[in-house]
């Protein structure tokens, strides 16, 4: 009798780890699946797009770009914008994603040639390709926040930029 206990009580414990598995293992799924979205928008240009993609209040933290502030889901919209303005042939490729919780790493490469004014630096007509890491945070079926990290000189070397011309060294 104590052995058919064990046995009942062994049983719904082994359901119960395989349904959550499998609840998480949906979960990381769809997660993956929302950046892929999110990608195909950020090459489609299709900002109208983020609205069923990014919270409101988005937030993206990029040491690379340190004084570039994004808090709202706009103010990413304006950001891709004027990245879609210094390089219109862009393009993001995933290479990898891996899921956990409530975060997607995304390891990438980024591609387009600079043929507008980036900030302060000059249009150059040189491509540059570069991998890049990132890090998304879900919330609700959307992306709430991003830390994404890339390697700027290899960048700015590529498109001409680095190092900088010998005028401009004062």
């Not at 064990?6 to 979960?27: D, E, G, H, W």
């Not at 770009?65 to 994004?70: F, K, L, Q, S």
């Not at 879900?138 to 010998?166: H, R, S, Y």
Request: charged share 20%.
């Amino acid at each position: 009798m104590k052995y058919l206990q064990f046995s009942r009580i062994m049983i719904v414990l082994l359901m119960i780890a395989l349904f959550s598995c499998n609840t998480t293992s949906k979960q990381q799924e769809a997660n993956k699946d929302l950046i892929i979205r999110f990608t195909a928008a950020t090459n489609a240009a299709d900002w109208e797009a983020f609205n069923q993609l990014l919270t409101d209040d988005f937030t993206r933290h990029c040491q690379a770009t340190p004084d570039v502030h994004i808090n709202s889901r706009e103010a990413f919209i304006k950001l891709q914008e004027s990245f879609i303005s210094s390089m219109p042939d862009q393009k993001v490729t995933i290479e990898m994603l891996i899921a956990e919780g409530d975060k997607v790493a995304a390891y990438a490469t980024y591609s387009g040639t600079l043929t507008g004014p980036m900030g302060n630096f000059p249009a150059t007509g040189k491509s540059a390709e570069s991998k890049f890491i990132t890090i998304f945070r879900i919330e609700e079926g959307k992306i709430a926040e991003v830390w994404v990290e890339w390697d700027n000189l290899a960048m700015l070397t590529q498109l001409g930029l680095f190092p900088p011309p010998e005028n401009s060294i004062e």
